[in-house]
């Protein structure tokens, strides 16, 4: 591997329409599946509250394994993780939610990864590049699925579209799988 930066913690922004205490359920591993086609999280140990501290729970994506631990949680303010996806890449992903006006969430997610192997340094070096991109591609897909559910709520039929976004975007190589 090379001599030069390595480690990678990127930080960015989004905005949900739904005040904390909502929005915190999307960025849980049950809630996930709401927004993110293909997100099937996997609990050896099965669970009821898939935040608490210690939760183990395994993803599958682009022929590799990732395994999740819940590190911390404050129901409606932050959820943390450690993320290792075998044979590539170890850290943690963190989520802070803090009101904004009108009811809605600014949403503070922050990557913190270190590459186990050559290739994935150059996986995660394309994925700090398409980081802006991939949290808009969050803040898109999380706004589709809200949509969906107030029409939903006001009984309007499905428009023949899942609306569930899963695009290269949203799970570049290295990413949240």
């Known amino acids: 591997m090379s001599a030069g930066p390595r ?38 140990e099965g669970t009821e509250d ?17 395994t999740w631990i819940v590190l911390r949680r404050e129901p409606g303010r932050s959820v943390s993780y450690v993320r290792v996806r075998e044979g590539a890449h170890a850290g943690t992903v963190g989520v802070t939610l803090a009101p904004v006006p009108q009811g809605h969430s600014d949403v503070t997610v922050t990557y913190d990864l270190t590459p ?15 980081y802006p ?10 706004a589709a699925h809200l949509a969906r559910a107030a029409g939903a709520l006001r009984g309007e039929g499905a428009s023949g579209e899942s609306g569930r976004r899963r695009d290269s975007a949203r799970r570049p190589t290295g990413s949240r799988d």
Do not use: K, M
Not at 10 to 18: F, I, S, Y
Not at 50 to 66: E, I, L, W, Y
Not at 133 to 142: K, M, V
């Open 7 to 44: 480690r990678r913690r990127l930080t960015g922004r989004l905005r949900v329409a739904l005040p904390p205490a909502e929005a915190f359920r999307l960025f849980t591993p049950y809630g996930e599946r709401d927004w993110v086609e293909g997100w099937e999280p996997r609990f050896p």
């Open 50 to 66: 898939d935040t608490a501290p210690g939760t183990v729970f395994q993803t599958h994506a682009d022929g590799a394994n990732t």
């Open 116 to 130: 186990l192997t050559a290739a994935a340094e150059a996986e995660l070096a394309g994925f700090a590049a398409g």
């Open 133 to 142: 991109a991939f949290l808009r591609s969050w803040e898109d897909a999380i």
